[in-house]
DNA sequence: AGCTATTTTAAACACGTGTTTGAATCCGGG
DNA sequence: CCCGGATTCAAACACGTGTTTAAAATAGCT
């Protein structure tokens, strides 16, 4: 395995677990096993070996998401905020095998991204992923077109939020149900809980 | 006004706006005006003055939500979910008059809290205050007691996430909007619109 | 094999961090 | 007034950070 593999493979795991500014260079390095000097010479910098880890994920969703999108805004029916956002599922739990738990440490990233660091990473990911968020909203504005942009825009960041900050402690979270309730819970059953949530979130009656 | 109040009136800006990792004790000094040594001098360490910027806030809120939520809960009347939460409203915004901007700095501090330092500040909530959860779920469970124990946990963390995540960037959001849609946003509008949206995800139909 | 370009390595650099120290200063009560 | 505890202050400490350097090792090609 090439030592850019091998630093990317501990990065992401680090970088969800602890965030960007809470992971060093060195703890990535000892971890990946290679030398520290590796990542300046092979990235660059660390901002830019942020961007690689997220690169190599949004590379694999994002022509999945957008399709999968598509499809939705180019069928003649209608379709329910629960179809949209089902629409997610496969390719992120695609994921998975892509990557081991790449599904949770993803989204676990992208929790971290938003947060961290002043929201670089989210004009980041807005500017060089811009088909996922147009079409995201195409298909949502088609399910339910009484919501105006503004209502939209709101209802959109709250799901954004709900999915990501969940995510992001996704393992706290799980470790806890599984404790409390004795039942085996995995990072797509909480995706499979957290679709009504958000479908019904932004169906909600509107007040104005 | 006292050092003390300085620094922390310094550190719960600049922790809400780039989170407690990323605040330098030599930022909050500086901008409080005060030497650097005052910190250790009067809070012992960093830890204990991110737990004193959180509790002169929780101390503020918690017993006006308690209040708010155990009236709820003695009523003979069931409460609908929006009342719940709307239970929030008057408890949130008056940390406003307490403080300028102090309903969105909590909030956005709250948030914070979440996603910086391996959710040592979670910890310390849920032990120092444990009356406002549970009073806050046995209020949900009145006013939707179809919903079980498990069922009620995911729901309510994914409110949790979605207020503080659209909290912690309530300021970049809020200048996106205003831009956008050129209309004035407060922090009050945007809590009066995430109202009705975590109500619709807790009351979402069952799936089972 | 021999040469070149690529990659790896250990060491150092410059800077920022939280914390500690000990002297200087302030301030209230006898 | 003057003493003594509380507070402030500049300086230093010990350590961790991202990055750079120049030499050593490796790999690939003729």
Known sequence: MSTKTKILDAAEVLFADKGFNGTS????????????????????????????????????????????????CLEEVKPTLIEVFSAFLEPLLHLNSFKDNGTSTFLQLLGRGYTDSQGFLRWFLT??????????????????????KEEMFWRLHFTMGTIVFTMSSSDALIDIAQNDFDRQVDIAGVIKQVIPYVAAGVAAPIVR
């Open 127 to 148: 500017t060089q992923y811009p088909g996922v968020f147009t079409k995201f909203t195409q298909a949502v504005q088609k399910a339910y077109p009484e919501l105006n």
């Open 25 to 72: 260079l060195r703890e990535i390095t000892s971890q990946a096993e290679v030398n520290l000097a590796a990542v300046n010479y092979h990235f660059g910098s660390k901002k830019e070996l942020i961007k690689a880890v997220m690169s190599r994920y949004m590379n694999e969703l994002s022509p999945r998401l957008e399709s999968a999108l598509n499809a939705l």
